[in-house]
């Protein structure tokens, strides 16, 4: 028993400042993103596409993303699902604006979508990195015009 509590005691400082860092690295990353509509936004915001965009590049990683919402004993908690859909290219003449009217004419099952941009200053992981906080963005943005 001794040897477990040893190792709890040696363990929690570790977790502790690995926590602490990863919540400097969350915010430094949050306060280095903007967030936009495309287009104008429809009253339903549920369901629609995530354009993501990372420092000088003009590659744009594209998402269909819908929320979902669980009940819990108390209150209620938003979650965001998130497919990858395609890489496109932005430029004067293929604005984000553009890509969005591209991807009504690919995707005809949603004639209006929601459509968000998400620019980060500086480029990092994708996938372990911007996405998810991005999504944390995205819910808020979203509970915002709910």
């Known amino acids: 028993m001794a040897e477990?509590?040893?190792?709890?005691?040696?363990?929690?400082?570790?977790?502790?400042?690995?926590?602490?860092?990863?919540?400097?690295?969350?915010e430094f990353i949050e306060s280095n993103i903007t967030?936009?509509?495309?287009?104008?936004?429809?009253?339903?915001?549920k369901e629609g596409y995530l354009m993501l965009n990372q420092g000088k590049s003009r590659d744009v990683n594209i998402y269909r993303y819908k929320v979902s919402i669980f009940q819990g004993s108390d209150e209620e908690y938003k979650g965001i699902n998130t497919e990858f859909l395609l890489q496109s290219c932005y430029s004067l003449t293929h604005s984000f604006e553009k890509i969005k009217l591209d991807l009504i004419r690919l995707f005809k099952e949603m004639p209006n979508p929601a459509t968000f941009l998400i620019r980060s200053n500086f480029t990092v992981p994708v996938s372990h990195t911007?996405?998810?906080?991005?999504?944390?963005?995205?819910?808020?943005?979203?509970?915002?015009?709910?």
């Open 35 to 45: 967030i936009t509509t495309v287009g104008v936004t429809p009253i339903y915001s």
């Open 4 to 26: 477990i509590e040893d190792i709890i005691s040696y363990s929690i400082p570790h977790f502790e400042n690995t926590l602490s860092e990863g919540r400097e690295i969350y």
């Open 130 to 146: 911007l996405l998810p906080v991005a999504k944390r963005i995205l819910i808020r943005e979203i509970s915002k015009a709910a």
